[in-house]
T-cell receptor, first 114, second 112 residues
Framework: DSGVTQTPKHLITATGQRVTLRCSPR?????VYWYQQSLDQGLQFLIQ???????AKGNILERFSAQQFPDLHSELNLSSLELGDSALYFC?????????????FGQGTRLTVV | LAKTTQPISMDSYEGQEVNITCSHN???????ITWYQQFPSQGPRFIIQ???TKVTNEVASLFIPADRKSSTLSLPRVSLSDTAVYYC?????????????FGTGTLLAVQP
């Protein structure tokens, strides 16, 4: 158990809909990262938040948005869903300090768009 | 974009030692080399990190030459359960501003 919790584990929705994925980082971790992993694809970095502020953006579509709340949990909002958005979505958290480069990943949310 | 380059796939047999090499020609002075392992449908898991020379833990060893332009992850006596994708990344300490960009990784297939 990495200590990072993602909900829901599975989500099936129709094209055109909007969904929200939730991530609770490890206790005390201020950074949250979101990734998309399609079938047989690598981990595509979407966005990073640190203590409520956006810090880095990757290949995130305009239909997607995210935020990090004061309690440090984060949500990834996906709208106008398309079949191609079907993927595993992971979040990870990372401590601010400490002599480690380790980041901790959740078990992911599997999104299926039909 | 990922800054590291590694082989797309490797094959091995149970009980063999496996070495996966990663190139990082422009690694920053403050960056460490970090390796992650990912099983299908699971989140990546940290394996090992290093800055220079050799680091060993209960899972693997990491060799980094003096010029730090490459690194080699060594898995001793692999088993079928080591079949996974292995990623190498450059990363600094602290989570405030350090990105976490994964490349394509190396798919290690261990056969009986």
């Amino acid at each position: 158990d990495s200590g990072v919790t993602q909900t829901p584990k599975h989500l099936i929705t129709a094209t055109g809909q909007r969904v929200t994925l939730r991530c609770s980082p490890r206790s005390g971790d201020l950074s949250v990262y979101w990734y998309q992993q399609s079938l047989d694809q690598g981990l595509q970095f979407l966005i990073q938040y640190y203590n409520g502020e956006e810090r880095a953006k990757g290949n995130i579509l305009e239909r997607f948005s995210a935020q990090q709340f004061p309690d440090l949990h984060s949500e990834l909002n996906l709208s106008s869903l398309e079949l191609g958005d079907s993927a595993l979505y992971f979040c990870a958290s990372s401590p601010l300090t400490g002599r480690s480069t380790e980041a901790f990943f959740g078990q992911g949310t599997r999104l299926t768009v039909v | 974009l990922a800054k590291t380059t590694q082989p797309i796939s490797m094959d091995s047999y149970e009980g063999q030692e496996v070495n996966i090499t990663c190139s990082h020609n422009n690694i920053a002075t403050n960056d460490y080399i970090t390796w992650y392992q990912q099983f299908p449908s699971q989140g990546p898991r940290f394996i090992i990190q290093g800055y220079k020379t050799k680091v060993t833990n209960e899972v693997a060893s990491l060799f980094i030459p003096a010029d730090r332009k490459s690194s080699t992850l060594s898995l001793p006596r692999v088993s079928l359960s080591d079949t996974a994708v292995y990623y190498c990344l450059e990363r600094g300490y602290g989570g405030a501003t350090n990105k976490l960009i994964f490349g394509t990784g190396t798919l290690l297939a261990v056969q009986p």
